[in-house]
T-cell receptor, first 115, second 112 residues
Framework: GAVVSQHPSRVICKSGTSVKIECRSL??????MFWYRQFPKQSLMLMAT?????????EQGVEKDKFLINHASLTLSTLTVTSAHPEDSSFYIC???????????FGPGTRLTVL | DAKTTQPPSMDCAEGRAANLPCNHS???????VYWYRQIHSQGPQYIIH???NNETNEMASLIITEDRKSSTLILPHATLRDTAVYYC?????????????FGKGTRLHILP
C-alpha cells in the first residue's frame, strides 16, 4: 500500500521556538495533503488542506499565521508551528491523497511537546 | 460534522469475527463508505472502501445494505493487534475539495 512518512516522529521544544514537521508521500504523487491535530482521547481534527503550488486552506479557528503550511512539491508538505506554546503540544498527523486511487493515506504522526 | 454514527465501543473475543456497524442514513448517491482504524499513538490506517457492492480484501470485508444507509465492517478472525479505534467515513470521490472529517469512531477491544 501507499506510504506516507513524517519527520520527526517526536519533538520537544522550548516555548517561543518554531518547529517544522515534514510530510512525504513515498511511492505516489499527492496533489493534495492534509494536516490534522489530535489531543489525548479525542478524534483527529482537520487543521488545513494544501494543494501543491497553492496556498493552504485552513479550517475555521485555525490560525494560518501560527501554523504555516508549504506544499512545494507533489511529494512534500511541511507544517511549521511558529512561536510554539505549551497549548500547542499535541499529536500532528499528515495525510496525502493518492489521486490515482483517490484514497487518502496517513502518516505515522509527530508528537510535539512544548515546554 | 461527521455524516456517520457508530457505537462508541465494542468488545470481541480473540479469534472470533468482529462486526463493526455504521449508520450513514444521509449518504448521497456519489458517496463512498470508507473505513480507517487508528492504533494507539499511530496515524490512521486505510482498511477498505465501497460504493454499493460488498467488498473484501486481505484485511476485512465491507457489507453495505441495499439502501446504502448502513454498513458493517467485518474482521474475520480478530487478533489482539486489531485493538484500535475504527472510523467509518463517507466521502465523494474524485472531488478536489473533498476532505475527511473524523467522527468519534468505535473503540474495539479484542479480549484474549
Amino acid at each position: 500500500g501507499a506510504v506516507v512518512s513524517q519527520h520527526p516522529s517526536r519533538v520537544i521544544c522550548k516555548s517561543g521556538t518554531s518547529v517544522k514537521i515534514e510530510c512525504r508521500s513515498l511511492d505516489f504523487q499527492a496533489t493534495t495533503m492534509f494536516w490534522y491535530r489530535q489531543f489525548p482521547k479525542q478524534s483527529l481534527m482537520l487543521m488545513a488542506t494544501s494543494n501543491e503550488g497553492s496556498k493552504a486552506t485552513y479550517e475555521q479557528g485555525v490560525e494560518k499565521d501560527k501554523f504555516l503550511i508549504n506544499h512545494a512539491s507533489l511529494t512534500l508538505s511541511t507544517l511549521t508551528v511558529t512561536s510554539a506554546h505549551p497549548e500547542d503540544s499535541s499529536f500532528y498527523i499528515c495525510s496525502a491523497r493518492d489521486w490515482d486511487t483517490d484514497t487518502q493515506y496517513f502518516g505515522p504522526g509527530t508528537r510535539l511537546t512544548v515546554l | 460534522d461527521a455524516k456517520t454514527t457508530q457505537p462508541p465501543s465494542m468488545d470481541c473475543a480473540e479469534g472470533r469475527a468482529a462486526n463493526l456497524p455504521c449508520n450513514h442514513s444521509t449518504i448521497s448517491g456519489n458517496e463512498y463508505v470508507y473505513w480507517y482504524r487508528q492504533i494507539h499513538s499511530q496515524g490512521p490506517q486505510y482498511i477498505i472502501h465501497g460504493l454499493k457492492n460488498n467488498e473484501t480484501n486481505e484485511m476485512a470485508s465491507l457489507i453495505i445494505t441495499e439502501d446504502r444507509k448502513s454498513s458493517t465492517l467485518i474482521l474475520p478472525h480478530a487478533t489482539l493487534r486489531d485493538t484500535a479505534v475504527y472510523y467509518c467515513i463517507v466521502r465523494a470521490r474524485m472531488n478536489r475539495d473533498d476532505k475527511i472529517i473524523f467522527g468519534k469512531g468505535t473503540r474495539l477491544h479484542i479480549l484474549p
